[in-house]
């Protein structure tokens, strides 16, 4: 079992949609919970994160975080066809005095005009 | 504030030739880390630097891979001999530090394709 599930996708909506990203995990010693937004030939880059569980909003995005489920949720409201792109869960704990951080696989959004 | 710049883009090479990608990180950045992103996956951790010592290596292909960071700013990842397997992204990003969480911050990537 890895230790970050993620469905791959793609998914693709209409624009205004909302879209429910998800990923669960295995390893209870996670403590900050990211996603992080990857356009095509570009690197990541962090769109949120999170320490506790509950809602975080900034936006059109809201991440949510159930420890108690071991899973976490990225929902964009009013998609639009900017926010298509690969978006990845990322996992981060502390392995012998540094950080570690873990990704998902990605899941391929795309957002139809 | 300048990114984490790499070079270069893109690179093509035959298998068992040798390769070097290089990163320049984030000014006053302490922590560097090499990924590598094959097709549909995530990004995996190859190396992390603190300054210029090794923190955690323990998914680097010592047999073929290498890679340092002179003085604790630059760095270069190497693959020596290539296989075909070795396809893929090269992304490097670095963080302010690792004693707590930090943001890590990617630079654009290499893409390199084995043939």
């Known amino acids: 079992q890895k230790e970050v599930e993620q469905d791959p996708g793609p998914l693709s909506v209409p624009e205004g949609a909302i879209v429910s990203l998800n990923c669960t995990y295995s390893?209870?010693?996670?403590?900050?919970f990211m996603w992080y937004r990857q356009y095509s030939r570009k690197g990541p880059e962090l769109l949120m994160y999170?320490?506790?569980?509950g809602n975080k909003e900034d936006g059109r995005f809201t991440a949510q975080v159930d420890k108690s489920s071991k899973y976490i949720s990225l929902f964009i409201r009013d998609s639009q066809p900017s926010d298509s792109a690969t978006y990845l869960c990322a996992m981060n704990m502390n392995s012998g005095g540094y950080q570690k951080v873990t990704f998902g696989i990605g899941t391929k959004l795309q957002v139809i005009p | 504030e300048a990114g984490v710049a790499q070079s270069p883009r893109y690179k093509i090479i035959e298998k068992r030739q040798s390769v070097a990608f290089w990163c320049n990180p984030i000014?006053?950045?302490?922590?560097l880390y090499w990924y590598q992103q094959i097709l549909g996956q995530g990004p995996k951790l190859l190396i992390q630097f603190q300054n210029n010592g090794v923190v955690d290596d323990s998914q680097l292909p010592k047999d073929r891979f290498s890679a340092e960071r002179l003085k604790g700013v630059d760095s270069t990842l190497k693959i020596q001999p290539a296989k075909l397997e070795d396809s893929a992204v090269y992304l490097c990003?670095?963080?302010?530090?690792?004693?707590?969480?930090?943001?890590?911050?990617f630079g654009p990537g290499t893409r390199l394709t084995v043939l």
């Open positions: 000014s006053g950045h302490a922590t």
């Open positions: 999170t320490y506790s569980s």
């Open positions: 390893n209870s010693a996670f403590q900050y």
């Open positions: 990003a670095s963080s302010f530090n690792q004693v707590s969480y930090n943001e890590q911050f």
